[in-house]
């Protein structure tokens, strides 16, 4: 099975959760941004990433808007499941920006990257890069192979929501969300692609918006069955 979860900043004790627990060997985990075990890169840090690899299912993640891209970009690209993604271990992978993934028979398109909701308090190349955001290039690579599959895919999985989503969102928020070029081109595709489900993180909220859209934090939904695992 493929289970989908929100951004995990790094914390351990998520995968000491009951819910965690319905996850089975030969499995696979995606987190929708911020998994946050590449940040330090410590040995703290490698304890923990050499703990995650002993789980007996796989754990994938594209990148969100607080991750170490320096770090993450040394790891080793290798081809997996049909696209390119960062190979942490032998079961942790960084789900590469613009790529078609085929997991379980499954086609899955991933697109990591954000913009920060907290952009004008973090200093540049301390907590905030330009890196955060996907550049014109993996915006037309993801396009470009969506195009190999007649733009239809089974899900799709980013950390930022569409446009109209990310702006229905927080229409209970006193000022205007930041809507970036990346929420307009998730809009363009949401318009033309064909997809059973779409999972995004960024937003930090646990919210079925409709059948197709579902948005993640700290729940844990089963991508093929749209189902809430508890």
């Given at each position: 099975?493929?289970?989908?979860?929100?951004?995990?900043?790094?914390?351990?004790?998520?995968?000491?959760?009951?819910?965690?627990?319905?996850?089975?060997?030969?499995?696979?985990?995606?987190?929708?941004?911020?998994?946050?075990?590449?940040?330090?890169?410590?040995?703290?840090?490698?304890?923990?990433?050499?703990?995650l690899?002993?789980?007996?299912?796989?754990?994938?993640?594209?990148?969100?808007?607080?991750?170490?891209f320096?770090?993450?970009?040394?790891?080793?690209?290798?081809?997996?499941?049909?696209?390119?993604?960062?190979?942490?271990?032998d079961?942790?992978?960084?789900?590469?920006?613009?790529?078609?993934?085929?997991?379980?028979?499954?086609?899955?398109?991933?697109?990591?990257?954000?913009?920060?909701?907290?952009?004008?308090?973090?200093?540049?190349?301390?907590?905030?890069?330009?890196?955060?955001?996907?550049?014109?290039?993996?915006?037309?690579?993801?396009?470009?192979?969506?195009?190999?599959?007649?733009?239809?895919?089974?899900?799709?999985?980013?950390?930022?929501?569409?446009?109209?989503?990310?702006?229905?969102?927080?229409?209970?928020?006193?000022?205007?969300?930041?809507?970036?070029?990346?929420?307009?081109y998730?809009?363009?595709?949401?318009?033309n692609?064909?997809?059973?489900?779409?999972?995004?993180?960024?937003?930090?909220?646990?919210?079925?918006?409709?059948?197709s859209?579902?948005?993640?934090?700290?729940?844990?939904?089963?991508?093929?069955?749209?189902?809430?695992?508890?």
């Amino acid at each position: 099975m493929i289970y989908a979860t929100g951004d995990m900043h790094g914390d351990y004790s998520v995968f000491s959760q009951k819910k965690f627990k319905n996850i089975n060997e030969g499995d696979t985990l995606i987190v929708c941004g911020d998994f946050g075990f590449i940040w330090k890169g410590d040995s703290k840090e490698r304890k923990i990433l050499d703990k995650l690899a002993k789980k007996k299912y796989n754990i994938c993640f594209v990148d969100g808007t607080h991750e170490n891209f320096d770090l993450l970009d040394k790891f080793p690209v290798v081809g997996f499941s049909g696209g390119l993604a960062h190979k942490i271990r032998d079961n942790i992978f960084h789900l590469m920006r613009g790529q078609v993934f085929e997991i379980e028979g499954e086609k899955i398109f991933a697109m990591g990257g954000g913009e920060s909701p907290d952009i004008d308090i973090r200093p540049e190349d301390t907590t905030w890069t330009n890196d955060e955001l996907p550049n014109r290039e993996e915006m037309r690579e993801g396009a470009k192979n969506l195009e190999k599959y007649k733009f239809k895919v089974d899900y799709i999985v980013t950390h930022e929501p569409a446009q109209k989503i990310k702006t229905f969102l927080n229409l209970k928020d006193v000022e205007a969300p930041r809507v970036s070029a990346l929420n307009a081109y998730f809009q363009e595709l949401s318009a033309n692609c064909e997809y059973t489900r779409w999972f995004f993180g960024s937003l930090h909220e646990d919210k079925f918006v409709s059948p197709s859209q579902i948005a993640l934090f700290q729940n844990l939904v089963n991508v093929q069955t749209g189902e809430l695992v508890k």
